[in-house]
């Protein structure tokens, strides 16, 4: 959770424990009269310790307060605290009262509303025979606002709205501090852990469409923690285990019987797969044998482990390309990670009193309010994908000490999930109030017809002919605006790769994720709308403007030390604001995980610029020759600050912006 005050509690116990140095170190000064003794040697190291402890807090409490000076403030989480403690000193028997603080959508209702006085009222006509209108509150709560550095005034407004205007000087200064400081994260409480479960392709079998929205979303996630500060591990939870294994290892047998010591040339995994599985439905010898390969992979004989390795590494190979391409991280944890935890689980469950026999022989366990019980045994001994989510889970409360827990998978897991979280729970693992395990699900990708994305002959679409096909429709696009006789080889390369790659992830990301979305080129290759291809043309455009006026990053840093950002023009004003929202839209994101909240954002921020850049000469030229007359520094500095807060919203997106385009 992001806070807004700038000195958290860990400062003051930092300062408390300075206090308590410098008064330890004063008493032990008043034995230097004494004679030099063993006693007198121990004292005066202990003094020697305190001294450099003393030393050590002073910098780390000097750190701490240069990073939260440098810190962009969320406005909005600023208001809540002034209007909290309003509220609070005007009613002070009230239990939990209602803070609604939003921005204004209209410039005459002044930049932020407080709502509040409604919802008070009703709490108040429950308590008290005497009815107050929301009005009356309003101007009571109004009242107890102290003085402070955000809000220049407040006004009442219909029947109880409190709409605030900001002060511009505060907004100018944290503009100011924005260009001087970089695009810095708010001010963080503690340096959480958190995991991010998410991509997770099968072993053997290619990465298709539907690994594209887990992929992206999950690695915007990482970016957003990443950049507030937490401590993140990106995990992919691979399918590299289980019964399929044992029929693709009699079928590598067949294929390539001198394996262990020839690396055996498999071009097409996929058919390969496809070719084991056709044998393995067909041929009842060979299903035996299959058996009878997963016994041993599983009891871990050398051969077979060799076998599954080679399985396991042609496709990741594959899978990395992918990676590659999107620019993704990820540590590899698969299935196989958790097999030698899986007894100690179904033996804790057990002991619990929580594991029951099926009538079929089946150890099953009933979680309280999910309707269908998680199997952790088979009838056979083996284990199931149930019990290996449950050693993950516990792997990474116990062993990572996790915080935060993120499963990025799509929605038809979620009676799955929610049962295994609940079986967590149930058995003591975590506390759902203090830790945070949450399925951020989604829906499925649709082609243009609206059902499964799907090949024109039925077949699911490979992800990686997925992402040839978004290169070349980005250099046709290209190239119908001529990019091609303006751009260098290298530059036109760069584009190429930002607008492909750049738009596929945006037109993910910009739909809510729990909703299914309609895969489109055309619409995401479009520069009008909200899409990738309009905001990257609108980044390059915005850098160009300096450039283009000679001005280079030295004198922008000089004038934003030293130039003050003056706010009068509407466009200048309503562009200022928007800047400085940025904090309480990645604050929103922490809380909800919807990215979709972001991409809005910064279209927003995109139209409100072109607004400001229309009305708003930044560069005030001769009509006749084109020469620079006038260079509008201010003006210049918000084109900057635009800029730097889209290249961060790109960079969280996982989007590479290029400055020519």
């Avoid at 923690?225 to 993140?232: K, L, P, R």
């Amino acid at each position: 959770i992001l806070v807004s005050v700038s000195v958290c509690q860990n400062k003051s116990f930092q300062e408390k424990e300075i206090k308590i140095l410098v008064a330890e170190i004063d008493r032990l000064k008043n034995f230097g009269c004494l004679e030099t003794s063993p006693s007198l040697e121990g004292l005066r190291d202990e003094n020697a310790k305190l001294k450099y402890r003393r030393k050590v807090l002073q910098k780390s409490l000097q750190e701490e307060r240069n990073k939260s000076t440098k810190s962009m403030i969320n406005i909005n989480s600023r208001l809540q605290e002034i209007f909290g403690d309003a509220i609070k000193a005007a009613y002070p028997d009230l239990e939990k009262p209602p803070l609604a603080v939003t921005p204004s959508q209209q410039p005459k209702f002044g930049d932020y509303q407080c709502n509040s006085a409604m919802s008070i009222t009703k709490m108040l006509s429950k308590t008290n025979e005497q009815k107050v209108s929301p009005r009356e509150i309003a101007e009571n709560i109004s009242r107890h606002i102290p003085d402070n550095e955000y809000i220049a005034k407040v006004e009442i407004a219909g029947p109880g709205f409190i709409n605030v205007h900001l002060r511009k000087d505060f907004v100018s200064k944290q503009l100011s501090s924005l260009l001087v400081n970089g695009v810095q994260p708010p001010a963080i409480e503690n340096r959480k852990k958190v995991v991010v479960d998410f991509s997770s392709p099968n072993i053997a079998k290619e990465m298709h469409v539907g690994h594209l929205r887990s992929t992206i979303i999950g690695d915007s996630m990482c970016r957003l923690f990443e950049f507030v500060g937490y401590d993140v591990l990106r995990l992919n939870h691979l399918g590299d285990w289980g019964t399929q294994f044992g029929m693709l290892i009699a079928h590598l047998q067949d294929k390539f019987p001198d394996y262990l010591t020839v690396s055996p040339p498999i071009g097409d995994l996929q058919a390969f797969y496809k070719e084991s599985k056709r044998r393995f439905d067909t041929e009842e010898e060979f299903k035996k044998r299959a058996y009878q390969c997963v016994v041993l992979l599983q009891s871990k004989n050398p051969d077979f482990i060799k076998a599954w390795k080679l399985i396991c590494d042609v496709s990741r190979k594959e899978f990395q390309k992918i990676y590659d391409c999107l620019d993704i991280t990820l540590i590899e944890r698969g299935e196989s990670y958790y097999q030698d935890r899986m007894k100690d689980i179904v033996q804790e469950f057990e002991e619990k009193g929580n594991t029951f026999f099926n009538d079929d022989g089946r150890k099953i366990v009933f979680v309280p309010g999910c309707s269908v019980p998680l199997t952790i045994m088979k009838s056979d001994g083996g284990y199931t994908y149930d019990t290996s989510d449950l050693a993950a889970l516990k792997q990474r409360l116990f062993e990572e000490n996790a915080d935060i827990i993120v499963y990025v998978v799509d929605s038809g897991q979620s009676v799955h999930l929610q049962t295994v979280f609940a079986a967590g729970q149930m058995i003591g693992w975590y506390d759902p109030t203090v830790t945070r395990v949450v399925h951020a699900a989604f829906g499925v990708v649709l082609g243009e017809d609206k059902k499964k994305f799907k090949t024109r002959s039925g077949d699911t679409v490979r992800l990686i002919d997925l992402l040839e096909e978004g290169l070349k429709r980005s250099m046709d696009k290209l190239k119908d605006k001529e990019r091609d006789k303006v751009l260098t080889e290298e530059e036109l390369k760069a584009a190429q790769t930002s607008v492909a790659f750049g738009c596929i992830k945006y037109a993910d990301l910009s739909h809510n994720r729990m909703n299914d979305y309609i895969f489109s080129f055309d619409k995401m290759l479009d520069d009008r709308g909200n899409t990738a291809a309009y905001l990257l043309y609108a980044f390059t455009r915005i850098r160009s403007i300096a450039r283009l006026a000679n001005i280079d990053e030295e004198m922008l840093q000089k004038a934003a030390r030293e130039t003050e950002i003056l706010l009068d023009h509407e466009k200048e004003w309503k562009l200022g604001k928007c800047i400085l929202r940025f904090p309480e839209i990645l604050q929103k994101i922490l809380d909800d995980l919807l990215l979709h909240t972001l991409c809005d954002y910064l279209y927003e921020l995109a139209t409100t610029f072109t607004e400001f850049y229309d009305n708003c000469y930044c560069v005030e030229k001769d009509r006749q020759t084109g020469m620079i007359m006038k260079v509008n520094m201010w003006r210049m500095l918000l084109c900057e600050a635009t800029a730097a807060i889209m290249a961060k919203g790109f960079d969280i997106l996982g989007i590479k912006p290029v400055q020519k385009m």
